[in-house]
């Protein structure tokens, strides 16, 4: 059953979303909510199947699952609650979320703290501008990677794979123990922009000709792919002419750059860096809106899983800090309201160990004349915390009152306090 | 000679012939609608600027301007009826520097004798005011108060649906191959899925009209040019341009046009380039191109960096003579019932302003049925009121709570950037038509369309259109049979 109210709330369960509620419960967080849109935790890491992961974070060198099923394990232990299959609409700078799922309907849930983990997406091949047709058989290296390792579909029979990505070389030797055939990989850049052990392991172990300076210049095919026509580029990029060459393949991959996902911090009015396409952070990973906290690649893209882990911790332990001093905070908080004869009373609020430093002095107007002898009385409900005398009271004229150092202990039974003028 | 035999037979399951069929429906007749394609809508419908065009364009005397301006006036009792999305918001033709705020008032007495109402001068300030983002070096503007934009897919939809809902019946995947004829008379069409015997046949076919005319022995000089405009997508997130802004037009184009869509991206192009192949709708580098340096003259502060889509449309341009012997123009619209044959109705050279045209051009087909002595006799039970289904993205809280508490497949989101959800896909799927590929759904819902193009939603999206169709994932295609994307299960799946 899900609380109103939650201590910290994550958006995100992959690998940075796990480390920060694990990070966030362990520093002392009460109540900690993950919010995820898939149907099973772990984020990206359930698809990707190859290992490679946790050499940092456990010396050992793990498949992605089994790298998220130890924090899942971690996660249940700790009795932290999550939303699954769900996905948050909004998001507001006061941490008010509000999410839909078919399980929960749409919920309005608020967090003394909110932790961003929503990861990256990937680049389309609009973002490329890639020129051509518009048929079936074009995807992103990570949809494939859906279709393949959690659906147990292959998207197709020959291939052609353009950017060396990580996610595009670990594909290329994923569909080729599949039976498939990868003709290429292109890279525009004059270098590999992945992993160079990917490269060793899923290229070269293969014989899978990896390219530079290449890049597709256009795909043919009205249904479904036919062939990709690639380019050698020069210096600036530019195609050169005369070094086209068809491939005749049914599928093209692309693994040409990630993209930190972030229109949920947006609504929250989290500033972004447009270098990384992130929020600024500080040391403790919070965002410029106070009690917003960003951890893993919604950052900026990270090359190995266990920085985002480390990233995740850290975050979760600032995000559980801020809830803790918000909690403790806020039962510090009196209202101030204004009661008979007053129209408004500053400041509004007032912090009870306020009064262990200094008497505090509140100020109002009231709304209609008394000439005659007044009190000016701070009320607890019946009980008077203090009172003065004045000998009238004018809407022009401002009226003010201290509340004495001495009133500490009244004050603290108190959540509100009224303010009244009244007649003597 | 098949068994049964129409009143009516449309070709063609674009915007005109869903619109023709729409309001051939409110009459006791037999109508038929054949569409070559998976999906209706998928020609020059579903790829074009989506604008409701004032009627200034067009030469006075046209039957281009006749229709554009009658079609124009329609759009609003239309939208009402049918429930899709339009909004009128006015266009703007912008002159940069001094020398092109002449031709406004050119084009603005152009507009007069089209019968535009509603047209207005604005001088540079103005036009600044209004669109913040505009090339300070403005001079000016013409603005049409009756411009507007509306979703071109769910005209389509709406329209088709609302025919098969009064008794139309459509077929997909069903291409015309030629005409039955006894005599000069017409008696039915063949197709590749067998004979349809039928008193009328209506040509909308859009890119292909020449091909169904000639097939008639009509007008053998008539020729469809296909001319292909690109387009960019912005990210609505990013970027926002409030206004439908036109350059000053040239000769042969309305030119690259910086606009909105209804869906509120903001969208620049199209260029004009002929070219030969019908199916041609690929994206050049050099088109491109051309489309942002002319809509970077109207907003320099446009950014490549949040373009989210490209894509092309062919306009089904033709070469025929204006009707209206007064005037020289050879690109009019044909809308007839030629004389050389009987039981045509014949439609072509559908181009721009063909979308704004459309539901004139059906009620004109109307009159021209009953000019031939037609007896067209009213439906007592005849329903225009078509009902839109929910779209969860355009609803409050309030509303959103209730439609899951109904059915919580409206709670579960399919489409993360364009927030559709599970409730609306499957609505779609068992609609009055249809929609059963991944693109028809597209059209529909607009899932797929945001920055991440459906990277997020594919995998889901064909696991709920196989669910629900009763099939293999392995059979689930974006638009009709060869253009599936699966091609087999993985080895650990075989082998289970």
């Known amino acids: 059953m899900l609380k109103q109210k939650y201590d910290v709330i994550v958006v995100g369960a992959g690998p940075a979303g796990l480390a920060a509620a694990i990070g966030a419960k362990k520093t002392g967080a009460q109540d900690v909510l993950v919010i995820e849109r898939a149907q099973e935790l772990g984020g990206i890491l359930q698809q990707c199947i190859h290992n490679g992961f946790g050499l940092e974070t456990f010396k050992k060198d793990l498949p992605g699952p089994a790298y998220a099923q130890r924090f899942i394990d971690e996660l249940t232990s700790l009795h932290i609650d999550t939303l699954l299959d769900a996905m948050v609409l909004d998001v507001t700078s006061e941490r008010h979320v509000s999410a839909t799922s078919q399980w929960s309907g749409y919920v309005e849930l608020d967090a003394r703290a909110l932790v961003l983990a929503m990861g990256c997406r990937e680049r389309t091949r609009a973002q490329i501008a890639l020129p051509g047709t518009r048929p079936a058989g074009v995807y992103t290296a990570g949809t494939a990677q859906r279709f393949v390792n959690m659906e147990g579909f292959m998207p197709g029979k020959q291939y052609v794979i353009l950017g060396s990505g990580d996610i595009g070389m670990i594909m290329a030797r994923r569909l080729t123990f599949e039976g498939a055939k990868v003709e290429r990989v292109l890279e525009i850049m004059p270098f590999l922009t992945g992993l160079t052990r990917n490269y060793v392991q899923c290229l070269q172990d293969f014989d899978i000709p990896l390219q530079l300076e290449h890049t597709v210049k256009r795909i043919i095919g009205n249904e479904r792919v036919e062939a990709i026509e690639s380019v050698q580029v020069d210096d600036h990029r530019q195609p050169i002419p005369g070094t086209e060459e068809v491939i005749p393949c049914d599928t093209l991959l692309l693994s040409i750059g990630l993209i930190p996902e972030n229109e949920l911090s947006r609504k929250a009015g989290v500033a972004l860096d447009p270098v990384t396409g992130g929020p600024f952070v500080d040391e403790r990973m919070q965002t410029n809106v106070p009690g917003i906290f960003a951890a893993g690649n919604v950052v900026h893209v990270y090359d190995l899983v266990d920085w985002v882990t480390e990233a995740g911790l850290l975050c979760g332990r600032s995000a559980a800090q801020h809830a803790i001093a918000e909690r403790k905070h806020a039962g510090r908080r009196v209202r101030m309201k204004g009661g008979d004869n007053v129209r408004y009373v500053v400041p509004h609020v007032l912090d009870k160990e306020s009064l262990a430093e200094s008497r505090q002095r509140l100020q109002m107007r009231v709304t209609t004349p008394i000439e005659a002898p007044v009190w000016v009385e701070v009320m607890n409900g019946d009980e008077r915390i203090v009172r003065k005398a004045d000998l009238y009271a004018r809407p022009g004229e401002m009226v003010s009152i201290d509340i004495p150092q001495s009133a500490y202990d009244a004050v603290q039974r108190a959540s509100e306090l009224t303010v009244r003028v009244v007649r003597r | ?496």
């Open chain 2, 1 to 496: 000679m098949a068994d049964k035999t129409y009143d009516v037979i449309i070709i063609g399951a674009g915007v005109v012939g869903s619109l023709v069929a729409r309001f051939l429906s409110r009459y006791r007749l037999d109508v038929l609608v054949l569409e070559k394609d998976s999906d209706i809508g998928t020609g020059a419908s579903s790829a074009n600027t989506a604008i409701v065009h004032a009627g200034y364009d067009p030469i006075p005397g046209s039957l281009k301007a006749e229709m554009n301006v009658k079609g124009n006036r329609m759009f609003d009792q239309l939208a009402g009826e049918l429930n899709f999305s339009f909004e009128r918001r006015g266009d703007y033709v912008v002159s940069i520097g001094p020398d092109e705020y002449g031709k406004l008032e050119t084009l603005r007495q152009q507009g007069l004798a089209n019968g535009v109402p509603g047209m207005v001068m604005l001088d540079g300030a103005d036009v600044r005011r209004r669109e913040p983002n505009i090339n300070p070096d403005v001079s000016g503007a013409l603005w049409a108060s009756t411009g507007g934009i509306c979703d071109p897919f769910s005209v389509v939809v709406a329209a088709a649906e609302n025919a098969v809902e009064n008794g139309v019946t459509l077929l997909t995947d069903t291409a015309f191959e030629d005409f039955i004829m006894e005599g000069k008379r017409i008696v039915g069409v063949k197709t590749n899925r067998g004979d349809f015997g039928s008193r009328w046949v209506v040509n909308a076919a859009g890119l292909y009209s020449d091909v169904v005319m000639h097939k008639a022995g009509l007008r053998p000089e008539f020729k469809i040019v296909p001319r292909k405009g690109e387009y960019y997508v912005f990210d609505k997130a990013e970027m926002t341009i409030n206004n439908v802004l036109f350059p000053v037009p040239s000769e042969t184009s309305k030119g690259i046009v910086v606009t909105t869509t209804i869906h509120g991206n903001t969208i620049i192009g199209p260029n004009a380039l002929e070219i030969e192949d019908k199916e041609d709708r690929s994206v050049t580098p050099e088109g491109l191109s051309e489309v942002w340096q002319g809509a970077l003259k109207l907003v320099p502060s446009l950014s490549l960096k949040y373009a989210i889509a490209e894509f092309a449309g062919l306009r089904p341009g033709g070469n025929a003579p204006s009707p209206n012997p007064n005037i020289h123009y050879n690109k009019d619209f044909v809308i007839e019932i030629p004389k050389e044959v009987q039981g045509l109705v014949n439609l072509g050279g559908i181009e721009s302003p063909g979308l704004t045209s459309s539901p004139a051009i059906a009620v004109r087909v109307i009159e021209l049925l009953k000019d031939a002595g037609e007896k067209l006799e009213e439906k007592p039970d005849w329903n225009p009121i078509r009902i839109a289904r929910p779209r969860f993205r355009d609803m409050l809280p309030v509303e959103q709570k209730l439609l899951i508490q109904n059915d919580a497949r409206y709670g579960r989101i399919v489409c993360r950037c364009e927030n559709v959800t599970e409730g609306e896909i499957v609505a779609e799927i068992h609609a009055p038509i249809p929609a059963r590929t991944y693109d028809a759904l597209k059209r529909r819902t607009w899932l797929g369309t945001g920055r991440c193009q459906g990277g997020f939603d594919i995998p889901r999206v064909v696991e709920i259109l196989a669910r629900e169709l009763g099939v293999s994932s392995l059979e689930i295609s974006k638009k009709g049979k060869g253009s599936e994307f699966l091609v087999r299960p993985t080895k650990d799946v075989e082998t289970e």
